[in-house]
């Protein structure tokens, strides 16, 4: 949760009543919309467009802010040296007192103690903080308090996680390797090539005298007496390993009585996926340096640098090749005992498919980062006059490597490519800001900002032998691509607020803001943007605010563009094997900038102290958005997408105490959007933009965004499926829309319970509606791995629902599994691999019990002062899921990029991770 940062709390003194005023700020940024209350009373205000607020309190008072989202902060009132109009109180000192203080020399005779006589010198002195107490020359007598010495403080924390894969699929546990031959089912060895298992029954083989490299228990034969050996399977579920992610962070500051501080930060974080032989390591460190320079102007610098190496990063589709590769092997045979023949040759179930091992151990999918970066603020505040000087410098690189190795099934020619992008970043800027009154101010920024890439690619082939793999290639490619950005981006920004509009505390505030920006890389040059809003607060002096606002804004596409999983678009589903990320894309030079209009209405009603309610509708049109676009073997980042999408968002907080140790509170927010593509540019019908080939994910005018188009059996005008002569259903050559990933609406529900130092949180979320594609289903059937096709294999005299290609009812019945007939032609392998598209739609609706978080934390406190504390916290993640798929679940996204979500083709499982971590601060 993130935490509101408070500051600038400007109160009276000598009154039992005084409006004090504040700011609520997150990260320097102000936080408009924050519900600040004084306890035990209905006096409540929110914070206005900067963060600022004013409210009726006296000393002593405590002050509750809330802002859905954040977590709440209780900040109690104390005295303070500030009058309402910032001035300062001075010192009151008597001459006469300060004569008698001063002596030439102060003496005491030291005698004998003539008794007992208690002496405490605290009882005089009203702050109980004091340090120290000196005299100096002048004979008079200083105090020291807490507040006038440094102060050294340290955070150490670590957190721990185990994750264990859910949802798997279900596979089936009785059939061999092997087809139907001559009416029968027959075993078939790894030396025939053969991919399915659909063959006899496991208990009808046993384990030969003859062993192989294939299988060192004995070959498998069939069974000869009923006390030979039964074959040892293997579960594809236990190939994956539980993760472990840990993560230790250290933090130190040193701060001196002025206010200023030194801050240094460390954090170290290692883990692996799923995947057998994998890692991860991550460095973070940063220094931060705060200083007050004078009483109206204050600086602050952060350097920090982050280090990341992963040595499976997916990069060219591993990842999920590997889980397809467990997948697929027949329940007999071992992966892990070898994954490679004495020959060199990988050492599979068959020639056509991989060892998953085998592609572990030759793994070429690394990825390394590291990423440099400096920020300065400089802030001048005067009166009503404020300017803040902000520059900043970030340098990254990150290296991939990837490719396909010799004997990876499929790839008759290896190859491999280094990519190394370089890319600077450095931005000057300045803001000021004029405050006119209470009521009205007026701001000003200007940023000047560049960008430089720099892309380059060496894609290496034509290797003689395993041994030259892959550092000696006959061929190489390279490509290089320089890319720079020069920006200019200019805003002015402005409020002004009118009081007693309509009842005698409501309060009308409008508000502007308007820019114009300079980019290098864009055709027109120029690009605009503007933002009109207009509040009314307390209306009919209730806690009602009522907000419209309307913007337009101008946008280009980012230089960098690292997910490259776009590229498997370019391979059918059957080709799954050779998907390789050879293609980039590149920013164009003289780019169309992506505009969009949006118009919001938002409602926020506080009903009593401890109901909060808001709701918020939207608007909005997009114009000339970006999407890889292909034509033939080239591709292109290209301006062709509009669209429009109108939503509504609802939430309800409350918060009750219950007696003086126990604390509810809950959020219930309701989200449901509905998006539309109005139009393509350049003529085009469609345009898919994830997945692939045969099955994609589209942008089609009239439609949601994102369709999911595949194949669908064949159907007259009636839509009745058309019936083969064989009393199989027909697949349509041609693609038609099947399902939207778009959800209907989502529900997401918080709790928090604390009592004293215990604090429970629970999050439930439910989205109702969409569309998934399970194309993992599909091929599991294909290949007669899945317990579907265990369970139906055997279904004989089935008649599909449909009609001939007469027209006539179809009353042909047919067996799912012939064995007189070619493997090819049963129930799931007559369709190919990706089988019937439209099978594989499933209902993407969910229920989850998201996350459940117990902690405890302490604070050992003396004289007032916090000297120690600590917080232990353990929590689940992914406690529970109910869903309409089985296995499939819609955010668990293909290659892990949220283009594909929706998508499941042998993505990484889920996880259900549970979870501890501790920090101490002293």
Excluded at 99 to 109: F, H, R, T, V
Excluded at 703 to 718: K, P
Aim: charged residues 20%; glycine residues 6%.
């Amino acid at each position: 949760m993130k935490k509101l940062l408070l500051f600038l709390f400007v109160s009276a003194i000598g009154y039992s009543q005084s409006i004090y005023r504040g700011n609520v700020s997150e990260k320097g940024m102000p936080i408009p919309g924050v519900t600040i209350c004084v306890f035990n009373s209905k006096r409540c205000t929110t914070s206005d467009f900067d963060g600022n607020y004013a409210i009726e309190a006296k000393v002593g008072d405590q002050l509750q802010l809330s802002f859905i989202g954040m977590k709440t902060k209780v900040i109690r009132i104390n005295n303070t040296n500030l009058l309402e109009n910032d001035e300062y109180v001075n010192q009151i000192v008597s001459g006469d007192y300060i004569e008698k203080l001063k002596k030439g020399n102060d003496s005491l005779k030291i005698s004998k103690s003539s008794g007992n006589f208690e002496f405490n010198l605290a009882s005089g002195i009203e702050h109980y903080d004091i340090m120290k107490i000196s005299r100096n020359n002048d004979g008079f007598y200083e105090l020291k308090n807490r507040d006038q010495y440094h102060k050294l403080a340290f955070e150490v924390s670590n957190e721990f996680i185990l994750s264990t894969p859910i949802r798997l699929p279900k596979y089936q546990k009785t059939y061999a390797q092997g087809r139907s031959l001559n009416g029968e089912l027959a075993y078939q060895s790894p030396l025939t090539n053969e991919i399915f298992s659909w063959g006899p029954n496991v208990n009808s083989l046993q384990y030969s005298q003859n062993s192989s490299q294939c299988y060192p228990q004995g070959d498998i034969v069939n069974r000869t007496s009923a006390g030979a050996n039964q074959l040892q399977l293997f579960d594809p579920n236990n190939f994956y390993q539980n993760t472990e992610d840990n993560k230790f962070s250290f933090l130190a500051q040193i701060e001196s009585p002025k206010g200023n501080f030194l801050k240094i930060n460390f954090g170290y974080k290692t883990g692996n996926i799923i995947i057998p032989a994998t890692r991860n390591n991550e460095i973070t460190t940063s220094l931060k340096y705060f200083r007050n320079i004078t009483k109206y102007s204050k600086i602050e610098a952060l350097l920090s640098y982050n280090d990341f190496e992963n040595n499976f990063s997916n990069a060219n589709f591993g990842i999920n090749k590997v889980v397809f590769a467990n997948a697929v092997t027949p329940i007999h045979f071992d992966n892990k005992w070898g994954s490679t023949l004495e020959s060199g040759l990988q050492r599979s179930y068959t020639a056509l498919e991989n060892n998953p091992y085998y592609v572990i151990a030759n793994n070429l999918d690394t990825n390394k980062s590291k990423v440099l970066s400096f920020n300065f603020n400089q802030v001048y505040s005067k009166d009503r006059n404020q300017n803040a000087v902000n520059a900043s410098f970030q340098s990254s690189e990150i290296k991939n490597t990837n490719g396909q190795n010799f004997y990876f099934a499929e790839i008759t020619a290896p190859n491999f490519d280094k990519r190394i992008e370089k890319f600077k970043n450095a931005s000057v800027s300045d803001a000021f800001k004029r405050i006119f009154n209470n009521w009205a101010f007026i701001e000003s920024k200007i940023d000047f900002r560049f960008q430089d890439r720099k892309l380059e690619r060496n894609y290496f082939s034509g290797f003689a032998s395993q041994e030259d793999f892959p550092d000696h290639a006959a061929n190489q490619i390279k490509l290089n691509v320089p890319q720079e950005r020069f920006e200019v981006l200019s805003n002015v920004n402005g409020s002004y607020t009118f009081t007693n509009v309509f009842s005698t505390y409501s309060q009308l505030v409008v508000k502007g803001s308007s820019g114009l920006n300079y980019s290098s890389t864009v055709k027109s040059r120029f690009m605009s943007n503007y933002l009109a809003t207009v509040e009314l607060r307390r209306f009919f002096n209730e806690e009602l605010w009522l907000t419209i606002s309307h913007g337009y804004n101008e946008t280009e596409p980012s230089l960098q563009n690292n997910n490259l999983n776009f590229n498997s678009l370019q391979y059918h589903v059957n080709q799954f094997k050779q998907l390789q990320n050879n293609l980039e894309l590149i920013t164009r030079k003289d780019g169309i900038a992506t505009n969009e209009n949006m118009t919001s209405l938002d409602l926020n009603y506080r009903l009593s102290y401890f109901w909060n309610l808001t709701m918020n509708y939207y608007h909005k049109k997009v114009n000339n958005l970006y999407t890889p676009v292909f034509n033939q073997n080239s591709i292109s980042w290209s301006p062709d997408v509009n669209y429009k999408q109108n939503g509504i968002e609802f939430a309800i907080e409350r918060m009750s105490y219950l007696g003086r140790d126990f604390k509810y509170g809950f959020n219930l927010n309701f989200t449901y959007y509905k998006n539309e593509v109005t139009g393509l540019n350049n003529s085009q019908a469609r345009i898919p933009f994830a997945g692939f080939a045969d099955v994609n994910k589209n942008y089609i005018v009239g439609q949601s965004l994102g369709v999911i188009v595949g194949s669908s059996y064949l159907r007259d005008n009636n839509q009745n499926i058309i019936i083969d002569e064989l009393g199989f259903p027909v697949k349509d050559s041609n693609s038609k829309i099947l399902g939207d990933p778009n959800p209907d609406f989502v529900v997401g529900f918080f709790n928090s319970f604390q009592y004293k130092n215990f604090l429970l949180q629970v999050s439930f979320d439910w989205s109702q509606g969409g569309q998934l594609w399970n194309g993992t289903q599909q091929t599991l059937n294909y290949y007669g791995k899945s317990e579907l096709t265990e369970s139906q294999r055997n279904v004989t005299n089935y008649v599909f629902n449909g009609v001939t290609e007469s027209g006539a009812a179809n009353t042909k019945a047919v067996s799912f599994y012939d064995t007189n007939l070619p493997v090819e032609q049963n129930r799931w392998t007559r369709y190919g691999v990706d089988g019937v598209a439209e099978d594989a739609i499933e209902d993407a609706t969910y229920f989850r019990l998201s996350n459940i978080n117990l902690s405890y934390s302490k604070d050992f406190r003396e004289d007032n002062v916090n000297k120690f504390s600590f917080k232990i916290s353990v929590f689940v993640n992914n406690a529970f899921i109910m869903a309409k798929s089985k296995s499939a679940f819609s955010s668990n996204s293909m290659f892990n990029s949220i283009d594909t979500t929706g998508f499941d083709y042998f993505n990484t499982p889920m996880m259900r991770s549970f979870g501890s971590s501790l920090t101490i601060k002293f």
